[in-house]
């Protein structure tokens, strides 16, 4: 008796697991028809993405470049009829953009509840391909994190031109993150508090950790920053290279035991 109810138990525990995995399966079709905002991070080319369905059925397709500041904005539109889809993904073909030279298609399959998980593939004029990146996108149900940062900062880009050929300055680019990449903000300052602003996609949440300069130590082109935040040890270890990029990892443990190790990829903010 006692091993029948062990496997009933187990039958239930696999059918329950089913109906969830059912009950957040997405169709893709209907995923890409609904009016909304999708956003994300392209790490390879650097561009903060944004996918926009208005209610009005116009669409767009946006590339905002991360080293400008996010200032620099590529928008690509588009409408269904260049939208196919099937229960299991979509391909977007987007119009030629005389800028990149290039037509643009996208394969869109349902990640997470009500997500995407994006190929990006830009063709030449024959429709052979150039290049081609992946990304994710996350549904955002306010404004953009992009359009969050710039109301933040963009009132004080002309104060960081001075910090041109430093290491210190506003520093803009990537943290992964769960092999997800999130927007990155680094405000670097030797003589006065820093911070360090971790965005999260589909959301309007930032982590903010502010760290003082007798906490930091800037030795040939490395850097490195402890903070102690309670009980909690974060120490950010980065490299310089040529005052243009800085990469490493932040590492947070308790007890020496490692909580979190996100890899860390930043470039310095230009200003043309």
Not at 151 to 174: A, C, P, Q, V
Not at 189 to 212: A, H, M, P
Not at 221 to 246: A, M, P, R, S
Not at 262 to 268: A, D, G, N, W, Y
Request: hydrophobic share 35%.
């Amino acid at each position: 008796m006692k091993l029948i109810g062990k496997l009933i138990g187990k039958f239930m525990l696999f059918a329950c697991c089913l109906v969830t995995a059912h009950a957040y399966a997405k169709d893709a079709s209907e995923l890409i028809s609904q009016s909304g905002l999708w956003e994300g991070v392209d790490n390879k080319n650097k561009y903060f993405k944004l996918l926009k369905r208005n209610e009005d059925g116009k669409q767009f397709l946006y590339s905002i470049r991360m080293i400008s500041g996010l200032r620099e904005i590529q928008k690509i539109p588009f409408n269904d009829k260049d939208v196919q889809c099937s229960s299991s993904e979509c391909t977007i073909d987007l119009p030629y953009d005389k800028r990149d030279r290039a037509f643009r298609r996208l394969i869109l399959t349902p990640h997470g509840v009500s997500g995407f998980h994006v190929i990006e593939i830009a063709l030449d004029k024959n429709k052979k391909v150039i290049t081609s990146t992946t990304y994710q996108l996350q549904p955002q149900k306010r404004q953009s994190s992009a359009l969050q940062f710039l109301e933040e900062f963009h009132s004080r880009f002309e104060e960081f031109k001075k910090y041109d050929n430093s290491d210190e300055g506003l520093w803009i680019g990537t943290a992964l993150v769960n092999n997800k990449y999130r927007l990155l903000i680094l405000e670097l300052y030797r003589d006065k508090n820093s911070r360090l602003l971790e965005y999260f996609n589909g959301s309007n949440d930032v982590l903010v950790i502010e760290f003082k300069p007798e906490n930091s130590e800037f030795f040939n082109n490395n850097i490195e920053v402890i903070i102690q935040d309670g009980g909690e040890l974060k120490t950010l270890n980065l490299y310089n290279v040529n005052n243009f990029k800085l990469e490493g990892y932040m590492l947070s443990t308790i007890d020496a035991e490692l909580l979190r190790n996100v890899k860390i990829e930043l470039f310095k903010l230009r200003l043309e």
